[in-house]
């Protein structure tokens, strides 16, 4: 399965002020000498040389995650952040394009359905689109954002062939079964399992881990044990965790412990801070990874998320 991370910002869409892409224009000319610009390899080797924070950014859309598979036309998408816009766009440049997408929903809250509204792909009378929530009035939340005096168009203006899922078990799409588990969130959010042949891929976007989720009952360990990836909150660092005790999210380290306790082979860290830029984000990363060494933990690959990001397991 192919992953492709569209939005990874939580809570508000977040543009990148001019005022730090120009730092890190600045950053760039402080750094650069005569011998990096007498030819377009050595431009290219200053380039390539240069922190990530400043050459690019992890992007400012709201979370959006999608799943391609090799042998079928059918995509997974996961939550309709800001970041399903651009998917949108890149959908409609694709030679091979996607005429049926599953979409499922973590839970409702602004910053994970306020993208639907200009996913192209919804108005297309060609595209057939099925939702699914273990939360019933699927349909009557969704629409209820595209109403007068909130959005100029009405939900069913979007030409699409639209199916509404209670998800009540596990979904088969096409040999790719998906489970639902519900996590700690205000209001509820729900993590997602894709299960292809064996390869296993974890949504867990805005959860506020507990002790419970590191229980090796049987519901626990049949959802998390040995996953090969997962897509986790860390929107927080321990401090700003503990001082904001059941926000609904978790500390980095507190993600890095689960995974370990789970044996998960690869996590992406998701869902990041509307205040955090670049520099700070990147930062965390390697904070991480240096608690990861310093636990002693081993075998776990860990990966910021950021837009255009792509990982085939």
């Given at each position: 399965m192919n992953i492709k991370f569209w939005g990874v910002r939580?809570?508000?869409?977040?543009?990148?002020?001019?005022?730090?892409?120009?730092?890190?224009?600045?950053?760039?000319?402080?750094?650069?000498?005569?011998e990096d610009l007498v030819s377009a390899e050595s431009r290219e080797r200053f380039l390539a040389g240069l922190p990530p924070w400043i050459f690019g950014t992890v992007g400012g859309n709201s979370p959006c995650v999608s799943l391609s598979f090799d042998n079928i036309d059918d995509c997974i998408v996961f939550d309709c952040g800001s970041g399903i816009r651009e998917m949108g766009i890149a959908q409609a440049n694709e030679k091979r394009k996607s005429n049926h997408f599953h979409i499922f929903f973590s839970h409702f809250h602004w910053d994970h359905i306020l993208g639907l509204p200009f996913f192209g792909p919804c108005y297309n009378p060609a595209m057939k689109i099925d939702f699914y929530s273990p939360v019933p009035n699927l349909e009557k939340t969704l629409s209820g954002q595209m109403v007068h005096p909130y959005f100029p168009v009405h939900f069913d203006v979007m030409g699409s062939t639209k199916t509404f899922h209670y998800m009540e078990k596990e979904v088969n799409i096409s040999g790719r079964f998906v489970t639902a588990k519900k996590m700690n969130h205000p209001g509820d959010s729900y993590a997602y399992?894709?299960?292809?042949?064996?390869?296993?891929?974890?949504?867990?976007?805005?959860?506020?881990?507990?002790?419970?989720?590191?229980i090796k009952n049987e519901e626990n360990t049949a959802f998390f044990q040995d996953a090969d990836l997962i897509v986790i909150d860390c929107q927080y660092t321990l401090g700003e965790?503990?001082?904001?005790?059941?926000?609904?999210?978790?500390?980095?380290?507190?993600?890095?412990?689960?995974?370990?306790?789970?044996k998960i082979k690869h996590m992406v860290m998701f869902h990041h801070d509307p205040t955090y830029d670049d520099q700070k984000l990147y930062g965390i990363l390697q904070s991480a990874k240096w608690y990861l060494e310093r636990m002693n933990l081993k075998g776990i690959e860990l990966t910021l998320a950021y837009e255009g990001l792509e990982i085939s397991i």
């Open positions: 939580g809570s508000i869409p977040t543009p990148t002020p001019p005022s730090r892409i120009k730092s890190k224009i600045s950053a760039i000319v402080e750094q650069i000498t005569p399992c894709v299960n292809e042949s064996g390869k296993r891929f974890i949504y867990a976007t805005d959860t506020e881990l507990t002790s419970g989720d590191f965790a503990i001082e904001k005790y059941n926000w609904g999210h978790s500390a980095f380290s507190l993600a890095v412990d689960f995974a370990a306790n789970w």
